[in-house]
Structures are given as C-alpha cells and as structure tokens.
C-alpha cells in the first residue's frame, strides 16, 4: 500500500471509530495519536519521502493528525462533562473545609523555649527512661539505703523484677547519673522529661509532671558559673529581673540552693504567687556532689559542675497565667486551642 493510500484508509479508521462511552475516549487516543499509535508510524514513513511528494502528503498528513485531534477533543467534551456531575467530583462551590490542624501543648511550648536558651550557651538535649531503676534515681545521687531523703518523694513503684528495685522516675537527675556514666567531661546538657510522684491531686499538684534538668561538668566549674548561667536564663526567658539564691539541701549537691526570681506583688496573682514575699521559687541547683561524680566513675580531684533542675509546669503556669495545674492535662480542646 502506498503511503497516500495508507493515509487515506486511517483516516476512514478513525471516522469510523465510534466514541461511545468514556472508556472509548483513552482507547481512541491511544489507536491514533499516542507514540506507538498508527498515525505516528505513518509519520516515519513520510520521513523518507523526498521533493514535492513529501510536501503533499505531508499537507495530508497534517489535515488527518487535525481531524483526529478534534474528535478526540469532541469526545473528551462529551465525556468529560459527564464527570461534572458524577457522585465522586469535587464540587469546586463548596465552602472550604476548616480542619483543624492542631497546636503545641504549652508545656511544650514552654519546655522547646527553655532548651533553646540553653542551646545558644553550648548545652546539649539528652533524654532517659521514665522506668527508672533505683540506682539512677536514688543511689547514685547519693541517697543513702534507707536515708531519710527518700521520703522527701513519694514514689511510683514498678512490678518488675527484681521488687523495689524499679520506678517511675521522681525527677530527672536519673538522667544526670546515665549521661555521666556514658560520657567524658566536658558534658553541658540539658534533660527534660515527664516525672512521677504519688500526690494527692490539687490545683497545684499533679502525679505527674515535667522537670528539665541541666549539668554542667568540667575542669575547674565554680558557682559563680552556676549564678551566671542561670542568672541568663532568668534574662532571656523572664526579661531583667532580680534573682536571689536560698541555701537548701539535695543529697546530690553540695552546696545546695534553691533560685527565686522576683515578681513583685503589683498584681493579685503575684501577691498570691508568691505568698506575699514577691519572691518565687523556680528551682534547686547545687555543685554536684564529689560522691555523685565518682558513682558515675568521673574523678572529683579533677573535674568539678554543677546541676539544676527546675519544675516545667509552674514556669507554664506562671506564663499564662494557668491556675490549675490539671487543666494542663485534661485534653479539652477549648483550653488547649487557646495556645
Ligand atoms: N531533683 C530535684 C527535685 O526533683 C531538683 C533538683 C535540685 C535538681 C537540685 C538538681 C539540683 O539537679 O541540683 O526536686
């Protein structure tokens, strides 16, 4: 068959091709027009031609791809349309959807605002487990077996065994003793997490709650770098303010201190805050312990630091002005949207 011929018998194949539901339209469109369809073979041949001959079919040629183009575009029309009305379309009038995407919890919040301060001074974020033995959470800290300090927090027990010798963790300084015991100094990290103690609920305690801690231990680290390092977190998180250390006492640090900030009694809340003083207690710090240090096998002639730890919950509390500590935990939305 010549090409001229050839030509003339597609385009009666195409006329006669009848489009006559959707599933048609793609069967039509891949006889004819797509890459291994006849009409791009017919195009090969006319790649041979040469002269007048290969003007004129190539006229042909091109009026055939048009009128098959068309009908397909007719046909696509025809079909397309349909799907306007089909039951899965998307009907473009309807208002938008608003779902709702979701917000951080402001412990969160809190907590990510926290460790950003202290990432720009060098600390790093470690975490540990919240099944705690009693090591790592009592006896490396230098709680003594049976020391009055371990009254000082009512405690989770965990069935596991052997019996008493694990619990849900009662603060974070467990994980103080893990990173020690994993790392050489100089270590400055940073660790928060959720912690436990068996409280009566109240508007003001909860059995769980979340703590940060932060460890500082190197070569010749004094208190006065423990002021100064919390002195700029004070700055950056609560704005200039005036700070005062109390001495207290943890079985892990010596000396102990706990660290108010002043608030100032101007508004009631403050007044109520900070029980009339104007001064309120955001955390316990110390220099850790020679004993500590050496549990977790880091020399005490030779390297010194110091630990803090402070409550994440109050400091929400305090920012938001929140003044029950179980709002904080009853996931309804109506509170947790407003963040
Ligand atoms: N672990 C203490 C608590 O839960 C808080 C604390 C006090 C942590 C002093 C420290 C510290 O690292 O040095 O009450």
Known sequence: ?????????????????????????????????????????????????VGEEKRELGKQLNILK???????????????????????????????NAFSAGSLHPVSIVKNEILEIFEKIGFTVEYGPEIEDDWHNF???NFAENHPARDMQDTFFV???PKGNYALRTHTSSVQVRLMENTKPPIRALMPGRV?????????????FHQVEGLYIDE???????????????????????????????????PSAEMDIYLGMETEQDARLTKGTGWLEILGCGMVDPNVLKNCGIDPEKYSGFAFGMGIDRITMLKYGIKDIRQMFENDVRFLEQF
């Open 159 to 161: 069935e596991k065994e």
């Open 220 to 254: 010749n680290v004094s208190f006065a770098d423990l002021k100064q390092t919390l002195y700029y977190f004070v700055s950056q998180f609560f704005g200039e303010r005036d700070i005062r250390f109390r001495p207290s006492y943890f079985p892990f640090t010596e």
């Open 66 to 96: 048009q009128s098959i183009e068309e009908k397909l575009n007719q046909a696509k029309e025809k079909f397309g349309s349909e799907k306007k009305f089909s039951a899965d379309a998307v009907d473009l009038s309807l208002p938008v």
């Open 139 to 141: 006896t490396a800290l």
């Open 196 to 208: 436990y103690r068996n409280e009566d609920v109240s508007a003001r305690s909860n059995c769980f």
């Open 1 to 49: 068959m010549s090409l001229n011929e050839r030509i003339e018998s597609l385009k009666n194949k195409a006329a006669e091709f009848s489009i006559e539901k959707k599933e048609n339209v793609e069967e039509f469109r891949l006889k004819f027009l797509s890459k291994k369809g006849e009409l791009n073979d017919l195009f090969d041949a006319f790649k041979l031609l």
